[in-house]
């Protein structure tokens, strides 16, 4: 038995491989106590990437199906990641995941983690060059995630990181990334929403550590902000991938509790 809830994971319908059906079966296999899909919301600005507008009834009702069809096995429950520039959210989820996946520059919007070729030609045209420049914007629009998403939990903190392995593209430590983070955590630790620890590139290959930075989490921990344990799993192989690690990271950095979800509410579990 798995005691946490996992409520960030894709499917079939956005850019996941598996169905509703697979990814939930996965996880009961796998022992999960709660596990949640988060599909990516409408984006008009990357219509490939999110939920089609036409299937928006048929994803939440096959959710609220499976989540009667589990009762009493494991809490289902039914969510939805909303990418800052995403289209408003109009229904009724039982959780939002704030995320920035993008930064606006130039009127154009510009994805930070899609491909690590694509990072560079962004900072290159778009930043003049200066990773800092772009990183710096990045934070200044997560600092925004929680005020215009309404957002339960922040996803993916620092994405901006996610082709940053051992230091590549900048220095996490600069003053510059410090400081704008910084900023961000000003803005989002005292709404209260719950910072996930997100193992998603690991899977990937991209990082050996989740989500968000250590540099980062221990500042969390220290000012009280609570996390959840996240795969971000796209293919129902990956739903129980790093659980294990995630717990690490949060240990590691001093935490002793992680939320989960239960009968409808967010609560607070021993890690
Ligand atoms: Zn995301
Ligand atoms: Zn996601």
């Avoid at 990271?249 to 021993?270: Q, R, S």
Wanted: with cysteine; glycine share 8%; hydrophobic share 40%.
């Amino acid at each position: 038995m798995i005691p946490y809830a996992s409520l960030h994971n894709h499917t079939n319908f956005a850019d996941g491989k598996h169905s509703p059906d697979e990814m939930v079966e996965a996880a009961y296999r796998a022992g999960f106590a709660c596990f949640g899909i988060s599909e990516h919301a409408t984006m008009d600005h990357a219509p490939e990437d999110g939920l089609k507008v036409r299937d928006m009834g048929l994803y939440e009702s096959i959710m609220r199906d499976l989540q009667a069809q589990y009762k009493g096995k494991m809490d289902v429950a039914v969510g939805i990641e909303q990418d800052i520039f995403g289209r408003p959210i109009d229904r009724d989820y039982d959780y939002i995941i704030g995320s920035v996946h993008f930064v606006k520059k130039d009127g154009k919007f510009l994805c930070i983690d899609r491909m690590p070729e694509l990072f560079d030609s962004h900072v290159q045209n778009h930043f003049g060059g200066d990773v800092y420049a772009m990183v710096e914007e990045y934070f200044a629009t997560v600092a925004r995630v929680h005020a215009e998403t309404g957002c339960h939990i922040i996803g993916h903190f620092d994405l901006i990181t996610k082709f940053n392995e051992n230091g590549i593209r900048f220095d996490v430590n600069h003053p510059r990334v410090q400081a704008a983070a910084n900023r961000a955590l000003d803005r989002l630790i005292p709404t209260g929403a719950i910072f996930e620890i997100n193992t998603g590139a690991i899977t990937r290959g991209y990082r050996k550590s989740p989500y968000p930075d250590e540099s980062f989490l221990r500042v969390l921990n220290e000012r009280g902000a609570k996390i959840i344990l996240s795969a971000d799993a796209h293919h129902k192989d990956w739903v129980p991938l790093h659980f294990d690690l995630a717990a690490q990271h949060a240990k590691h950095c001093g935490y002793k509790t992680v939320m989960t979800w239960k009968d409808g509410a967010f609560v607070e579990v021993e890690l």
